[in-house]
Antibody, heavy 118, light 106 residues
Framework: EVQWVESGGGLVQPGGSLTVSCTAS????????MTWVRQAPGKGPEFVAN????????NYVDSVKGRFTVSRDNAKNSLYLQMHSLRVEDTAVYYC???????????WGQGTLVTVSS | EIVMTQSPGTLSVSPGERATLSCRAS??????LAWYQHKPGQAPRLLIY???TRATGIPARFSGSGSGTEFSLTINSLQSEDFAVYYC????????FGQGTKVEIK
């Protein structure tokens, strides 16, 4: 059974920084692309970033380029999202998810809430 | 960016009835279309990929159809556990999601 432990969410002021993380179990973490998806209140999900199995390839949505960094530690089965220069519009629940080889996300975590507010 | 538009925004259905949800892409995504179910406080759940292939463990009452720009998700004989928000996602060109259809109890 695939399981996740997500952490790091919270309240941060505009311009601040925060790192969210998730630790997975129940599958071979090092064999999978991994993804961060966020969902702002009242909106549909938005793909944020993903990272290749060995960390050598990364993709970001335009709105977070230069501010967010995705990384992973395969020895710890863990995925990270470092967020800097946070904006009010970054307020969302952030989900980690496993990428299926075809491109969709087949298993998702329960999410961690990031609130950017003064 | 490919824009995904779902309709209706809310669908009121009685248990045991059929629900049909629609998803339209702003340009062709071939059949690179997935459907997810999302309940409050839970992880989103993959239902359908490849427009019509049920994911592992998904009951047969869920079916998907369509290709190109027009897609639909049908839920036959709605059960109490099916009341949730449903999202479509294209993964043909990057990945974008629709804004969701809430299926509520009538």
């Amino acid at each position: 059974e695939v399981q996740w432990v997500e952490s790091g969410g919270g309240l941060v002021q505009p311009g601040g920084s925060l790192t969210v993380s998730c630790t997975a179990s129940g599958f071979t973490f090092s064999n999978s692309w991994m993804t961060w998806v966020r969902q702002a209140p009242g909106k549909g999900p938005e793909f944020v970033a993903n990272i290749k199995q060995d960390g050598s390839g990364k993709n970001y949505v335009d709105s977070v380029k230069g501010r967010f960094t995705v990384s992973r530690d395969n020895a710890k089965n863990s995925l990270y999202l470092q967020m800097h220069s946070l904006r009010v519009e970054d307020t969302a629940v952030y989900y980690c998810a496993r990428d299926h080889v075809l491109g969709f996300q087949d298993f998702w975590g329960q999410g961690t809430l990031v609130t950017v507010s003064s | 960016e490919i824009v995904m538009t779902q309709s209706p925004g809310t669908l009121s259905v009685s248990p045991g009835e059929r629900a049909t949800l629609s998803c339209r892409a702003s340009q062709s995504v071939d059949n690179d279309l997935a459907w997810y179910q999302h309940k409050p406080g839970q992880a989103p759940r993959l239902l359908i990929y490849g427009a019509s292939t049920r994911a592992t463990g998904i009951p047969a009452r869920f079916s998907g159809s369509g290709s190109g720009t027009e897609f639909s998700l049908t839920i036959n004989s709605l059960q109490s556990e099916d009341f949730a928000v449903y999202y479509c996602q294209q993964y043909n060109n990057w990945r974008t999601f629709g804004q969701g259809t809430k299926v509520e109890i009538k």
